[in-house]
Every structure is written in structure tokens, then in C-alpha cells.
């Protein structure tokens, strides 16, 4: 595995090829979704931390969830909401869970995760973390869903903003943000992961679902980058206008 920039995976040209259309970002047109940084499973006071560290299982793969989370991605995500709301950019949250006490509006495969981590409306394991919190006014999508599109009405609230680029943060890296972001590519729109925002259970399915994603679905860089690039555009439009 090579790497072109510091924290962006890049395969490896004798390995596969990057088949995904490159693209400069248009600030008037574009949305910072971050997806499912809730306690229930992006930190260690409630939910799955929680539950593990009082069982004695938070073992070294565990960690690898928490310290990532800790350490990289609530830094990034931070630096990156200060600068989308400082530059008046759109920003829209996702949230995972059950909104009913008994979970029967979860599908049947999601219902033991909901149990497992207490991850339903009005508990603390549903709220969004203290340290990425939304600020008001900005959109909060509930999904039961692994992916966005199938349970919420992202896709008409985007539309109705007139957005056309997403970049994708939060957690898990191969689950809820990188389904939620090939479903969006699947839909017409321009995506970016963004590398240093984003986690998973275990690094390694972080890593190979980047791999995947830059291979056609869409763009992957980090948020120095992405921000450097976004002020650019702006700038520019500025100096057009």
C-alpha cells in the first residue's frame, strides 16, 4: 500500500486500478455529512465502550475503535465543523436508533445492535457526542438503517439545498459512512471520505474500505486538504464575483 498524501490510503497501481472521476469541490454547492458520532458506539462512557470495559473486554482490537476515535477523529472532525461553520457551509448530521422503546421500527438485523448498545431516542447512547455536537439549526436525520438513503430523506433534503458534493465523516468507516457514501455516488452525487475524520471497529476494515471506495465510488483525502481545497474555490469565486 502506497501513500500519495499524509493519512490518505492510495492502492497500489500493480494491486487495482483508481477507477473514480476526480473533481474540485464547489463550496456554493457543497455539504459536510457526519454520520452516527453518538455515544452508543463512538465513545467509552455508554453504550458498547461502556458495556466492554465493565465486561473486560475491551481488548487491543477494541481499543484501536476508541483511541482512533479519541485521538483522530474528533480532533479532525472538530477542525473541520469550525471551519464549515465559520465559512457559512452546510453542515447535516446522521444519527443510528431505535425512536420507539421497543425497537420495532428497526429491521430485524439491526434490533440486537440497538439492545446491545441502548440505542434508542431519548437515552443518552443516542445522543450525538458532546465534542461534535450540531449546533442549532443544523439538519439531524434519524436512519434505522445501515445506510441513509434507505431509512431518511437525505436525498431530498440535499436536493432542496442544492447540493452536489458530499464529504463523508463519522463512524464505522465500512459500515454506516461508506454505505451511506456509495448509495450517494450510486445517486449522481460527487463524495469524499474524509481520511482522518472517519473510524471503524478495527483499523484494518477502515483502511480496506478506503481502498474500495477511492476505486470507483469517489474521492478520498483529508481534511487539511479538503479545507485547503475548499478555501481555494472560495477564494476564487470571490475574486469572480
Given at each position: ?79 473541520m465543523l469550525t471551519f464549515f461553520r465559520e465559512n457559512r457551509l452546510r453542515v447535516i448530521y446522521l444519527t443510528i436508533g431505535s425512536e420507539t422503546d421497543d425497537y420495532t421500527d ?136
Amino acid at each position: 500500500m502506497s501513500t500519495n498524501k499524509p493519512g490518505v490510503l492510495r492502492p497500489t497501481d500493480d494491486y487495482i486500478t483508481n477507477l473514480s472521476m476526480s473533481f474540485e469541490i464547489d463550496p456554493a454547492k457543497v455539504a459536510l455529512v457526519v454520520v452516527d458520532m453518538q455515544y452508543a458506539t463512538g465513545s467509552r462512557k455508554a453504550g458498547l465502550g461502556k458495556r466492554l470495559t465493565e465486561e473486560g473486554k475491551l481488548d487491543a482490537l477494541a481499543r484501536e475503535r476508541f483511541e482512533r476515535i479519541e485521538n483522530v477523529v474528533v480532533p479532525n472532525l472538530q477542525k473541520m465543523l469550525t471551519f464549515f461553520r465559520e465559512n457559512r457551509l452546510r453542515v447535516i448530521y446522521l444519527t443510528i436508533g431505535s425512536e420507539t422503546d421497543d425497537y420495532t421500527d428497526a429491521p430485524p438485523h439491526m434490533v440486537r445492535l440497538f439492545k446491545g448498545t441502548n440505542n434508542r431516542k431519548g437515552q443518552l447512547e443516542h445522543e450525538i457526542v458532546e465534542e461534535v455536537k450540531p449546533l442549532p439549526g443544523e439538519p439531524v436525520l434519524n436512519k434505522t438503517t445501515i445506510g441513509a438513503f434507505a431509512s431518511t430523506g437525505i436525498d431530498s433534503l440535499l436536493r432542496s439545498m442544492g447540493v452536489e458534493y458530499i464529504l463523508f465523516a463519522g463512524v464505522s468507516t465500512n459500515m454506516c459512512v461508506g454505505t451511506t457514501a456509495r448509495d450517494a455516488a450510486d445517486r449522481g452525487y460527487h463524495c469524499l471520505l474524509i481520511e482522518d475524520c472517519c473510524g471503524a471497529a478495527q483499523n484494518e476494515y477502515h483502511r480496506w474500505e478506503i481502498v474500495n471506495f477511492q476505486r470507483l465510488f469517489g474521492r478520498v483525502d483529508s481534511s487539511d486538504n479538503v479545507m485547503a481545497e475548499i478555501m481555494r474555490n472560495l477564494k476564487r469565486a470571490v475574486s469572480q464575483s
